[in-house]
Every structure is written in C-alpha cells, then in structure tokens.
C-alpha cells in the first residue's frame, strides 16, 4: 500500500465517524478517464473529505508556500499534491494539470481560490475553466455542505459531469467556462441545502 493510499485509510476513519458523512451522487463521477473536480471551499478540511469522499484517487494543487516546509516538502508529492503559485498564471502547476488530466487521472480543484469566510459560493478563478477547456477531461461539480460541526452530518454532493463541448467547440474564455462550473456548484448547494 502506497503512502497515499495509507493516508487516505487512515484520514478516513477519523474523519467519518466525527462528520457523519452523507455522500451523494457518487455514481455521477466517471470511472475512468481524465476528471476535473471542482468543489466549493469552505474549510481547511475540504481537501482531505474530497479527496476520502471521491471514488478515486485525487490530485490536490496546493500553494506553493506549503512545499517549503521541510516536512510537507517531502510529504504532498506522495500524497498526489503539486504546488501552484498564487495570484499570478503559473505555467509550470497548469503544464502538470494538464499532465495528469490527459494521463486519466483526477484533479481536484476549488476554484474560489481560497476559503469562503462566510460560507457563501464566491466568484471562480479562470483555471478551472482553462482546464476544463484545453483537456477532454470531464468536469465534475462537487458541492460541501456543512456545517463542519462534530457528530453533525457532513453533505458531499457529486453532480453530473457538465457538458463542455459547445464551450470547446466556439472556444469560450476560461471566464466564462468558470462561471459555468460555479453555476453548477451553486445548483448542487441550492439543491441539497
């Protein structure tokens, strides 16, 4: 067994019996093939409950600042993590996106970015529309639904994979391929709240 899949074992069973998960729409995610999976981001814990919820395994772009530290440094890779700059385009973190999209494996994205504070879907940064447009992978909306309250049920929606083609096909912006995605993030909150 892998460090990840030891890691994930183990994330699992602290994590379940403390937020009670009710997964949802896990026959949505394809089993095979390039996945793009993008959730909203409202705790520090969003990426390992996608990461133990999700049917399999999933790439985390992490900031950069992580892998300066000594331990995680050596850590995130084996955990499938790989670092992105923040606030700027970083070439090299989309080149390996897109990498690992075309290899049929997962990424995992939160497209706001960073946490929301109150909870509340924010405005999505265009990578994961870039992603979602320069790769065939499928693009899987993922809704969080909290509260992340002890021994209170944690709700992890899987949505349908999101039509890309016509999008491809007149080439749209990695704006408007954003806005896409968060709209179907948002309909899986509003319709599991």
Do not use: W
Request: aromatic letters at 8%.
């Amino acid at each position: 067994m892998n460090l990840y899949h030891f890691a994930r074992s183990l994330v699992k069973t602290v994590l379940t019996p403390i937020y009670r998960f009710k997964i949802i729409g896990r026959e949505n995610f394809p089993k095979e093939g390039g996945v793009l999976l993008c959730a909203n981001h409202i705790k520090l814990l969003d990426p390992p409950v996608v990461g133990v919820t999700a049917p399999r395994p999933v790439s985390f772009m992490a900031k950069e600042e992580l892998f300066r530290m000594p331990i995680l440094k050596k850590l995130l890779p084996n955990l499938r993590a790989f670092p992105v700059k923040r606030g700027m385009s970083d070439r090299e973190a989309l080149r390996k996106g897109l990498s690992i999209l075309k290899e049929n494996n997962v990424i995992g994205l939160f497209p706001e970015g960073t946490r929301s504070v109150d909870g509340e879907l924010k405005k999505g940064l265009a990578g994961a529309g870039f992603f979602a447009l320069r790769s065939q992978a499928a693009v899987v909306p993922c809704a969080i639904i909290g509260p992340y309250k002890k021994f209170k049920r944690l709700k992890v929606v899987y949505g349908k994979p999101i039509p890309m083609e016509e999008l491809r096909g007149r080439r749209a912006s990695a704006e408007e391929a954003t806005e896409v995605i968060m709209g179907h993030i948002q309909q899986l909150i509003d319709n599991h709240r």
